[in-house]
């Protein structure tokens, strides 16, 4: 019911350039001023969908509702996506194309760039159907963009059929999210919601209720300038101390040595000369004792380090980026239910499972909003060679449709 709809607005939200840029995220919101033109294009349909109440604020924070239009009292619910895409990859000048009637095999795009087959045995669920892609020079952005334009699919059937009940509801549309600063400046205070669904990534009939804690370290490493020429002995060499620092962090608790419930750390960032050199560490688990463990590890790397390199130093700084959402989800077991059987109206098979990674609802769960996550369709994120199903699209909508009228049900 929602297929051309959906595909038709995707295509268009994927074309606007809204690239988070992670080095201005710590002062700006939006972390990066293109990612207005989205926004304000979203305010725009919203209002001209026949929407009253819709705001965008300062901080590019966009919060649209609608009240219920049946009787009775209900729980608001919001539904909640992210307009900003990766800068892992390309994000400017998106050129979509679309695979029609896909009959199994390897989907080639532009610049040697190949979607395997072997790679992403899901393309088998959709044979016979419309694949799109990037052409191979930037991503797609279905993350998040497919949940963009799910939302506001749904938001437009609402608005054309009033009679489909429906009770108090937000759509929030958030910038930044990329950065791991989507959050930051988040107006709780305006959300009426004490519950929402972030509408994100996944394969269809993900949902996750579980996500890592997420800290992150910046170790700064002082060395002792002096011409090489002239430096036995006394040269010591900022950029050596870090590859030290970075060869004790374990390859076997690397994100591509894990998989599932196991935690990991990695080397994000380094940069740097012979006087001081500055190494970004991400630091994530699913348990806060093993966690607590890796920071450790990390302040005992620092000391070997020292000691290893006399008259250096390493300053060791670590800070909290997110909490695992699942302490707060659990407590309200109905938030899950609900979406497990919106899912099994439409036949879906409901996969929980752990999100290796975080999002706006981390943020939001721990700051009091239980908010797990819903798949929007897509694969290959943040990569050259994302691709979203058409069919996916659609489902996901089934199922913010189902979701939406399972709650209109519950007092
Ligand atoms: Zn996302």
């Known amino acids: 019911m929602f ?18 840029d992670p080095k201005r995220a710590e002062q700006h919101r939006p972390s990066s001023e293109n990612q207005w033109d989205i926004l304000n294009l979203l305010k725009k349909e919203l209002l001209e969908m026949g929407l009253t109440d819709v705001q965008l604020d300062e901080k590019g924070y966009l919060i649209a509702r609608l009240s219920a239009n049946i009787p009775g009292k209900f729980t608001s619910i919001g539904l909640l996506a992210h307009v900003d895409t990766a800068s892992d990859a390309p994000g400017e000048k998106v050129n979509p194309q679309i695979h029609k009637n896909y009959q199994g095999g390897d989907i080639p ?13 899901d393309l088998n669920l959709y044979l016979g159907g419309n694949i799109i892609s990037s052409d191979g020079s930037t991503l797609l952005g279905a993350d998040d963009k497919a949940g963009v334009a799910e939302i506001m699919t749904i938001i437009h059937h609402l608005m054309k059929n009033p009679q489909e009940p429906h009770g108090p509801l937000e759509f929030i549309f958030t910038p930044v ?3 791991g600063h989507g959050m930051d400046d988040f107006p709780l205070e305006k959300l009426k919601s004490p519950y929402c669904y ?18 992150k370290a910046s170790v700064e490493f ?3 300038v002096i011409h090489p020429g002239y430096a036995r002995g006394r040269l010591v060499n900022a950029l050596t101390m870090g590859a030290a620092f970075i060869s004790m962090l374990p390859r076997n608790e690397s994100p591509e040595a894990t998989d599932g419930l196991y935690g990991n750390y990695w ?3 380094f940069t740097g000369g012979l006087e001081k050199a500055e190494l970004q560490v991400m630091i994530r688990d699913f348990d806060l004792k093993n966690m607590e463990r890796r920071l450790q590890a990390l302040e005992h790397f620092a000391l070997a380090v020292e000691a290893a390199f006399p008259g250096g130093k390493v300053i060791l700084k670590k800070e909290k980026q997110y909490l695992n959402m699942l302490e707060a989800i659990s407590k309200q077991p109905f938030i899950m239910e609900n979406l497990q059987k919106a899912m099994e109206l439409n036949d879906i098979l ?22 797990p996550n819903v798949f929007a369709g897509g694969y290959n994120f943040h990569s050259r060679t994302e691709w979203v199903a058409q069919e996916a699209m659609g489902k996901a909508c089934n199922v913010l449709l189902s979701l939406i009228n399972i709650w209109a049900n519950v007092p």
């Open 3 to 20: 297929k051309e709809e959906v595909t038709e607005r995707f295509l268009r939200y994927v074309q606007i350039f809204s690239t988070s």
């Open 109 to 121: 795009l532009n610049h040697g760039v190949v979607i395997r087959q072997s790679d992403n045995p």
């Open 177 to 179: 999210e990329e950065t």
């Open 198 to 215: 972030t509408v994100d990534a996944g394969a269809v009939g993900e949902m996750e209720d579980q996500c890592y804690y997420a800290w």
């Open 222 to 224: 002082q060395g002792r």
């Open 267 to 269: 080397p994000n960032d």
């Open 350 to 371: 409901p996969i929980r499972r752990p999100i290796r990674g975080g999002t706006d609802g981390s943020r939001l769960s721990e700051m009091g909003i239980p908010t």
